[in-house]
């Protein structure tokens, strides 16, 4: 089984925000600096902030390689991760400039969950960002 890349080859990835969540419905991902756009994309997984990495509230779970990002999600029956509170997971987003850019859903399927976070400025790199 091929595992693709979350991010386009070619073409745009939309930077969306709670007043823009429903446009360019066409796009398949889409990145968002919103905390209240990823609440409602955890929620809607039943997925719990979580990290690896030692935090203001607790030590190191497990070695975690994601460039210094720090923070994930649990989902329900994969609990890998240390779960941690919103205010906690969202200070560390702002403070190393995060972009949560995730595969919308296609109304086919169970909610994707597929996400990834990365630092606004590598996506920028990567990707043509709107």
Known sequence: MEVR???PDNGPIALIDSQSEDRL???PVVATQDHDVIRRWAERRHAEPATGEATESGPSTLVVNDHGTG????FPG???FR???WDEWFRNFDAY???FVYEREDGKHNPAARYRMLPMDALQRMADVR
């Open 97 to 99: 400039g995060l972009v």
């Open 83 to 85: 779960p941690i509170a």
């Open 5 to 7: 890349s979350l991010l």
């Open 71 to 74: 923070i994930r999600f649990n």
């Open 25 to 27: 419905a066409e796009l």
């Open 78 to 80: 994969v609990g890998r």
